[in-house]
C-alpha cells in the first residue's frame, strides 16, 4: 500500500479502497493513530449501471438521506422478489459470522461444503438480473475474478463486510495506512533491498541465511537469523522456498482529474450492463477531497483477461459513461499495470484449518494475502498468524 504525489494530487499504488468495518487494522493500532488516518468514507451502498440508467443499492437503516435517490434509481430493474429471495438462502449461515475471516474455526464438512461462487450462487437460484447486474460486477470489483471461481465462503464474507463498513480511504492517500503501520519502535527498515535466495544451513544450528542484494552497493550480503517471517508476493515466495504458485490475476487501474464535478454522490459504482471492461470506478475526491484540491480525481480498475487491455481514450470515454457525465475533457494522471495484482482464493482455501501452519521446519513462517484473503484485514491477520505460529516455535 504506497501513494505519490503528481504535483498537487495523490495517486494509490493502484487503484484501491478498504472497508471501515475491517476489525485487524484498527486492532493492531495504537490509541490515536487510527484517527490520525483521517478516514475519508464514501457512503454505504453502491451504484450499478443498467440498460435503464443507474440503480442505486443502499441500506436505508444505515443511510436514511440517501432514500430519496434510491427511490428515483432503476432498482425495480436490477432486481425481483426471486432473486431477493435466493440472495438470503446464499448468505444466511453467514450472517452470524461478525470477524475476520481468518479467525474462524471450521468444521471439516463445512469446508468441503466449500464451492466456487458461481457454483454456489447457481445453487441457491441466484441466476437473473441482480446476478448480472450486482454480484457477479462486485465479484469482479472486489475479487478480480471474472469467471466466479473464487471460494464462495470468502465472497459471502466480502459482501456482508461491504454490508456493515464503508469503503474508505485515509485523506491524504492509501499508503498513510503502510507509514502508519511502519512507526514500530526498535525496528530496522530496509527498503529497495530485494532477498535473492535464502536457506536453512543445517550446519549452523539450523539458521535461515538470507542472500540481501545492498541498495547502496549493489553487493550481495549475508545476514543470519533463528527464524523469518517471509512476507512476500506469491511469485517471490515460490522462486525462495518453492510454495506451490496460487492463480494471480493482473489489473490495470487509470487516474483522470477534471475541472468539473464527475459524481453525484460519495458511491462506489460497478457496470451490471458488461458493455465496459470497468470492473469498478469512484471519484476520490467526493469522498476525500485532499486526494486533489479544488479538482475532481476518478479512478478506475479493469481487472485483465485474454482480451487486449483497453486504450486510455477507450477508459476515459467508458467512465464518462459509467458516471453519466461528458468525460471529454479530463486530464489523464497515470496509467498502472499490475500484471501480479491479487491471488484467487480457491474454494476450501478461504480458511485454513488451525491445525495448518504455514511453516517451514519451524524457521520459516509463512504470511501473505495468498495465506489469509486479499483484503487488508487478510494481510494483517496472515502476519499476526505467522507472529504467533514463530512465537509458539520459540516456546513463549
Known sequence: MQSERIDDITIDHGFQLFNSWYPALKEILRPGEYSALGIKTFQPGFQTMTDQGLALIMDPVRA????????????????????????????????????????????????????????SLDQSGVKRALRKMALDPLVEAFLYDKEGVSSATFAKWLLLSLMRGNLAVPENGMGEISATMARIPGCRFELNSPIESMEIDEGSRGRVKLHIRDAKTDELRIEEYERVVLAVRPKDEHRLVGTPMPKIVGVSSWWFVSDEPIAQRPLFTVDGTGNTRIAGAAELTSAAPNYAPGRHLVACNVVHSSEPLPSDREVQADLGVLMGVDSSSWELVKRQDHPNSKPIIAPTHAIKDSQIRQDIQQRIFLAGTHHATPTLDGA?????????????AEGA
Not at 435466493?86 to 471450521?106: A, M, N, T
Not at 494483517?380 to 512465537?391: D, E, I, M, P, T
Open 64 to 119: 436514511p438521506a440517501l432514500v430519496p435517490a434510491f427511490m428515483r434509481s432503476s432498482f425495480d430493474s436490477a432486481f425481483s422478489l426471486r432473486d431477493l429471495l435466493g440472495l438470503q438462502r446464499w448468505i444466511s449461515r453467514e450472517v452470524p459470522h461478525r470477524s475476520s475471516l481468518e479467525l474462524r474455526s471450521l468444521r471439516k464438512n463445512q469446508k468441503i461444503r466449500d464451492a466456487k461462487v458461481s457454483e
Open 380 to 392: 494483517v491477520r496472515s502476519g499476526q498468524l505467522a507472529a504467533k505460529s514463530l512465537l509458539k
